[in-house]
């Protein structure tokens, strides 16, 4: 139990995973509105959590009725167990992070800049909030940026191991260092993710999701064809938004510029993926790449960004309630 200022009681389930442990990080630094902050995760991977503390114990959560008593707990954990605590309605508002990974399902999807914090509010009632891919987020907030006449023809998002959780990421470093050294083969290890870019069935049905999302966030389509795919990475996201036309360049980059949570990259920087990682922000920078057309190449760290959007839910949920 890591201990905080003020009441409520909070909660982490899936405080050992990839998106649940930044959520802990975010939590320790920002001013958060709560007493004590529990972590919890599966009885095959309770353990410590390193942070700026101390290392924290992590409880196992053995039923969803442990949670009872808690104001809020973020849900950072798949979909199957995640669903079993909405079901079983322990009594806390709960912020649902697995809905990142799945076509929207009436309920209101909520991230910050999207959705007003005097809509967030209106939804209290509902118990539950939904967070949603990074990458929709990411998408939504640059078409926001520069405005209602921008409309993307195509983009591609490049996905590291990390958007799949902690056991991919150590897989694919796995694998790398197994093909470093000669030991790596297919037949015996399946899909090669080290040193590949691969598309598969996942990546197709991810960017029917993602789009299905910028739908649901937004009130309205966007007339743009998403291609995913994985990358040879292990953490972080890379997302090219193409524009054939874009003629107020000047525009753009001013409304970038003052944008909530993106940064512009201008001149000669260069952008990686790897310049992002610990980052909250979307990074961006705009390139012509024709007489009339333009691309918005944005990183961003795919974890931190999902903690961020369920730690600012919940930041305004209880500041409101105190």
Same mark, same amino acid.
């Given at each position: ?123 209290? /009632? ?109 953490? /972080? ?29 201008? /001149?000669?920087?260069?952008? /990686? ?50």
């Amino acid at each position: 139990m890591v201990a905080l200022q003020h009441e409520p009681r909070v909660a982490v389930v899936g405080a050992t995973g990839a998106v649940g442990s930044q959520i802990v990080e975010l939590l320790e630094t920002r001013a958060f509105p709560k007493g004590n902050l529990t972590l919890f995760a599966s009885g095959a991977s309770a353990e410590s959590v390193e942070t700026e503390n101390g290392n924290a114990e992590v409880e196992e959560l053995s039923d969803p009725a442990d949670l009872r008593g808690f104001a809020l707990a973020f849900l950072a954990v798949p979909e199957k167990p995640a669903a079993d605590i909405i079901a079983a309605r322990p009594g806390p508002v709960l912020i649902d992070l697995s809905a990142c990974a799945r076509m929207p399902r009436g309920r209101s999807l909520v991230s910050p800049g999207i959705v007003t914090r005097e809509r967030l509010l209106d939804l209290r /009632g509902s118990m539950v909030f939904e967070t949603p891919h990074p990458a929709a987020h990411a998408i939504a907030s640059i078409l926001a940026a520069v405005g209602s006449d921008a409309e993307p023809f195509g983009a591609i998002l490049l996905t590291g191991a990390s958007a799949r959780g902690r056991d991919q990421v150590a897989d694919v470093a796995q694998q790398s260092a197994d093909f470093l050294s000669g030991r790596f083969h297919s037949e015996e290890e399946g899909v090669q993710h080290g040193f590949n870019i691969f598309a598969g069935e996942h990546e197709r049905a991810l960017a029917k999701i993602i789009q299905a999302q910028l739908t649901a966030m937004t009130g309205r389509a966007p007339k743009m064809a998403l291609q995913t795919a994985t990358a040879p990475i292990l953490h /972080g996201c890379v997302l090219a938004l193409q524009f054939p036309a874009a003629e107020n360049l000047d525009t753009w980059l001013d409304r970038l510029r003052g944008a909530p949570g993106i940064v512009l990259v201008e /001149g000669e920087e260069s952008l /990686g993926v790897a310049d992002v990682l610990g980052q909250e922000a979307i990074v961006a920078r705009l390139d012509r790449t024709g007489d009339s057309s333009a691309t918005i190449l944005a990183a961003f760290d795919n974890t931190r960004l999902a903690a961020l959007i369920a730690t600012w839910i919940a930041e305004n949920l209880l500041q409101t309630s105190h």
